[in-house]
């Protein structure tokens, strides 16, 4: 089984590399039941992969000049604080509840996901400060994705992209920008984790090492595949996995 869990970190890296998100949806199922960790130690070293990956994967969109540092200064303080709130919210939580709301949320973002979503704005720059209405939802949004991050995991990129493209940003400035808001805010809720359970870190190390592996294989690929199609298809694989999930914790907390 552990040779099966190193070898699906490299799907969370191709996959968080051809959709800038999906990588904590992914990440905290396969450690709690392929690698076998309790949820809370889970849910911390997924914090850990996910935000060094999406940190690698900030720097490669900063090369090209696709992370607004402006909104990463109002959205990151917010999110690291809300993160890092849910974190220590998460002691009044049984792994059981934890675990059914991760699978309600993966839910939520299978629906989401399905639907299209987004695109650029009419004459998004990029540049320049966001309206008052704008922040006032960017803070609004990374207090509250923030503390869903440090109770069960989950990055939140899909719900990030789009209150940034509402901000101003063109797509691809947004999940740049995104991404560098998911480490920050992964690094919050894992220091907020640390003293409540025990990290493997030797296997965390191991796996991040892959999905970064993955995440930069993935970059290359997204030329070559429809992402629409990629798009949908995650999507109704998180839906089936999320029922089976939220089935699963609810059995075992009834029985």
Known sequence: MMILGFALALVVGL?????GAGGSILAVPIFVYVFDFPVKESIAMSLAVVGTTSLVGAFRHARMK????????????????GTYGGARLAVFFS???????????????????????YGDKPNAAGVGWPSTLAVTL??????????????????????????LVFAGLPMKQAIGT????????????????????????????????????????GAHLVQLVSPPALKRSFAVFILVM??????ESLFATIG
């Open 138 to 163: 960017l803070v609004a949004e990374a207090l509250a994705v923030g503390v869903l991050t440090g109770l069960v995991g989950v990055g939140g990129g899909f719900l990030i992209v789009p209150v």
């Open 242 to 247: 999320a029922a089976w999930m939220l089935y």
């Open 178 to 217: 995104s991404l560098l808001i998911i480490a920050l805010k992964s690094f919050s809720g894992l220091v907020g984790y640390l003293g409540q359970v025990d990290v493997a870190w030797d296997v965390t190390t191991a796996f991040t090492a892959l999905a970064i592996v993955g995440i930069w294989i």
């Open 15 to 19: 996959t968080m590399g051809l959709l």
């Open 95 to 117: 792994g059981g509840a934890q675990l059914a709301l991760f699978s309600v949320v993966m839910l939520a973002a299978g629906i989401y996901m399905l639907r299209d979503q």
């Open 66 to 81: 696709n992370v607004q540092l402006r909104i990463v200064l109002i959205f990151g303080p917010f999110a690291m604080l």
